[in-house]
C-alpha cells in the first residue's frame, strides 16, 4: 500500500522559510517522480512542483527562485525548501506520487504565513 | 498555461439521478505519442484528493463503475451514472500534458 507522510508545516513570518518532508513507502520511491500541489483555505489545487526519478524538476512561476524540490533516495524521502515565504503561500501542502498521471496524495501538512 | 475550465462550478443532484462534469482545455491535450494526459480527482469534504479517472476513461481500482470518463482533444467528461450520498465533494480535472501541470476549478457536487 502507498503511504506518503507530510510533515514541516508550521507557522511563519513573511518572509520567512520552512522545509517540508514527505516519507514514502510502499512503492520502488528512486525511479518515480514525485510531486507537490497545494491547496489555499477554502480554495481549488494548484500545482507547485515536480520532481523527475532521475532529477529535473520543474516549478510553477509563483514559487520559482524561492522554493526548491529535492529527494534523498536512500531515505525514500522528498523536500520542499521554501524561502521568502508570502502570505499567499498559506496552503495545505500536499505530496503526490507521479507527474504526469498522478495517483496517491499524502494526508498533507498546513503552512501559515502571517505575522 | 494552459486553462481547465471545468462547468458548472455546482452541482446540486437528486440521490440516484445522474450527474455529469464538463472540464475544457484551453489547448488540445493530445501529446505527440498519442497520449492523453486528463485526470479526475474527488476531494470529499476534509479528505484529501483521490483520483478517480486517468488518461480520460482509465477508471482507478475501487472506484464504483458508476463512475466513467469521456472525451478527446479539448473536451472532457466526468459522469456519475447513479449518485451516492458518498459522491458529495469537489471534483477536478487535472492536465498533464503541458508544463505547468494545471487544475480546473472544481465542480461542488451536493445532494438536493
Known amino acids: 500500500e502507498v503511504q506518503l507522510l507530510e510533515s514541516g508545516g508550521g507557522l511563519v513570518q513573511p518572509g520567512g522559510s520552512l522545509r517540508l518532508s514527505c516519507a514514502a513507502s510502499g512503492f520502488t520511491f528512486n525511479k518515480q517522480a514525485m510531486t507537490w500541489a497545494r491547496q489555499a483555505p477554502g480554495k481549488g489545487l494548484e500545482w507547485v512542483s515536480s520532481?523527475?526519478?532521475?532529477?529535473?524538476?520543474y516549478y510553477a512561476d509563483s514559487v520559482k527562485g524561492r522554493f526548491t524540490i529535492s529527494r534523498d533516495n536512500s531515505k525514500n524521502m522528498m523536500f520542499l525548501q521554501m524561502n521568502s515565504l508570502k502570505t499567499e503561500d498559506t496552503a495545505i501542502y500536499y505530496c503526490v506520487k507521479g507527474m504526469t498521471i498522478p495517483d496517491s496524495w499524502g494526508q498533507g501538512t498546513l503552512v501559515t504565513v502571517s505575522s | 498555461d494552459v486553462v481547465m475550465t471545468q462547468s458548472p462550478l455546482s452541482l446540486p443532484v437528486t440521490l440516484g439521478q445522474p450527474a455529469s462534469i464538463s472540464c475544457t482545455s484551453s489547448q488540445s491535450l493530445v501529446t505527440s505519442d498519442g497520449n492523453t494526459y486528463l485526470t479526475w480527482f474527488q476531494q470529499r469534504p476534509g479528505q484529501s484528493p483521490r483520483r478517480l479517472i486517468y488518461?480520460?476513461?482509465n477508471r482507478d481500482s475501487g472506484v464504483p463503475d458508476r463512475f466513467s470518463g469521456s472525451g478527446s482533444g479539448t473536451d472532457f467528461t466526468l459522469r456519475i451514472s447513479r449518485v451516492e450520498a458518498e459522491d458529495v465533494g469537489v471534483y477536478y480535472c487535472m492536465q498533464g500534458t503541458y508544463w505547468p501541470r494545471t487544475f480546473g476549478q472544481g465542480t461542488k457536487l451536493e445532494i438536493k
Open positions: 488518461k480520460v476513461s
Open positions: 520532481l523527475r526519478g532521475s532529477g529535473d524538476t
